[in-house]
């Protein structure tokens, strides 16, 4: 059974980096694309980047100066830094996987699994 | 980006009940629509893709329907344990968006 865990500051200072980590067990890296989420009440939701198992990445055009999501193989992890950071980082953390689901003659890359989540406050 | 309005905002429910939840996106996104539960202190829970898939695991009381701009959720005799909010998403195009959740919560 596939399963993420987050890890990392739980407080991080404004201006400073806020890095994270997600550790996948159970399951490789390979074939997925890996997804950094965040949630907070002013923001709700809000998707932060990912990184595809070859190292390709794709980030949030609102974030994309700051951020950056790496992998490694390795370890079977994958990693979110964010810079200069302010309060407005403040928020749950999540990382997820993305999964490509075949629907007849098409295919969906979708959600299927995510970790519990780490609060991550700046201050 | 592509906005994701949900309705209503919070719902009031009995253990048995028929519901029905709404996502409307800004443009259409054809068939490339999620939703998700979450409980209170919990990681989101996936539960149906391509609008109307569900997620292997997922009860069969829940379904999904809707293509273009207008979705719809429904789970067709509430169990205690669905009390949760809910939220829908969009992979169509970058950033993925979400709706601002619907709470179901005990009538």
């Known amino acids: 059974q596939v399963q993420l865990q987050e890890s990392g500051p739980g407080l991080v200072k404004p201006s400073e980096t806020l890095s994270l980590t997600c550790t996948v067990s159970g399951g490789s890296l390979t074939d997925y694309y890996w997804s950094w989420i965040r949630q907070s009440p002013g923001r709700g939701l809000e998707w932060i980047g990912y990184v595809y198992y070859s190292g390709y990445t794709n980030y949030n055009p609102s974030l994309k100066d700051r951020v950056t999501i790496s992998r490694d193989m390795t370890k079977n992890q994958f990693s979110l830094k964010l810079t200069s950071v302010t309060a407005a980082d403040t928020a749950m953390y999540y990382c997820a996987r993305e999964k490509r689901f075949y629907e007849s003659s098409s295919y969906h890359d979708a959600f299927d699994l995510w970790g519990q989540g780490t609060m991550v406050t700046v201050s | 980006d592509i906005q994701m309005t949900q309705s209503p905002s919070s719902l009031s429910a009995s253990v048995g009940d028929r519901v029905t939840i709404t996502c409307r996106a800004t443009?259409?996104?054809?068939?490339?629509l999620a939703w998700f539960q979450q409980k209170p202190g919990q990681a989101p829970r996936s539960l149906i893709h391509?609008?109307?898939t569900l997620h292997s695991g997922v009860p069969s009381r829940f379904s999904g329907s809707g293509s273009g701009t207008d979705f719809t959720l429904s789970i067709s005799s509430l169990q205690p344990e669905d009390f949760a909010t809910y939220y829908c998403?969009?992979?169509?195009?970058?950033?993925?968006?979400f709706g601002q959740g619907t709470r179901l919560d005990i009538k």
């Open positions: 391509a609008a109307s």
């Open positions: 998403q969009q992979y169509r195009s970058y950033p993925y968006t």
């Open positions: 443009q259409d996104i054809t068939n490339s």
